[in-house]
């Protein structure tokens, strides 16, 4: 009867064992596959916040990605090995005894056919904003762009005699300028009193000049020659190409234009 009911007493607390082995199993099981809930969670609560703190202070330049899609997840596990060693004792009331061990030798994961759809936003608001300014004082004062043009067209004369003059000669109440054009010629500029110009061609480099001997090679093949114009003493660099053609003709920079009256 002892023996008996000793058998009877050992069968019950290996079923109970047994019991606990698979209630702590499925309760591992439930608590990971609540753990990849929750981080799934916290990744769709991170992508769904991140829009909402850029539009509350949208920048200037914003780049929005509304979609992220992964084709490919792949985990790869060599030698994932567990060892269970359990050790049931019934005599001197019953003992028992439980190790495991795992091992792992490699993980490898893989992620494959990523794709994103990105979205770029650009606001330009202050720019528009100079733009609109500008439109609306030439919509108000339309003799702006005349008087800007008249501007421009006046300075780039001035600066085009300025390197093209070779000197000036007042006789009376006229006024006789010497240019040279881009063709080497000598062109002479007769100012009235009443600021009529009448132009006319009295000579070129090439009869009129002498060539110092200074020449400069310049990009492109050109070449850059010196020559000198004695009468106004002046000094004037012609650029040539490789034809021997005048490309441009002006007065040397840091030359003083000569400048007589005459009575």
Known sequence: MRFSHILAYSSLLWSSCLAQTKTSTKTTTTSSATSRNATTSTAATGTTSAPSSSTSSPPDVLLNVPQLSVGKIELDVENLQADINLNARIANLVQI????????????LTISDVDVQLELIVRLGHLVD??????????LNPLIIGVANATEALVGGVVA??????????????????IVDNLGNIVQQVTGTAGSTV??????????M????????????LTQ?????????????????TA????????AKGNSTTTATKR
């Open 199 to 208: 132009d006319s061609i009295v000579g070129n480099y090439l009869n009129n």
């Open 210 to 221: 002498t060539y110092t001997g200074q020449s400069t090679n310049l990009a492109n093949g």
């Open 161 to 178: 005699e300025v390197d093209s003059l070779l000197g000036t000669i007042t006789q009376g109440g006229t006024t006789l300028s010497f």
């Open 130 to 139: 100079i733009v609109n300014r500008v439109f609306q004082s030439v919509d």
């Open 225 to 241: 020659k010196v020559y000198s114009y004695t009468p106004l003493n002046a000094l004037v660099d012609v650029v040539f190409n």
């Open 97 to 108: 005894n439980a190790g495991v061990q795992v091992s792992v030798q490699k993980i490898n």
């Open 244 to 251: 021997g053609q005048v490309v441009q003709a002006t007065v």
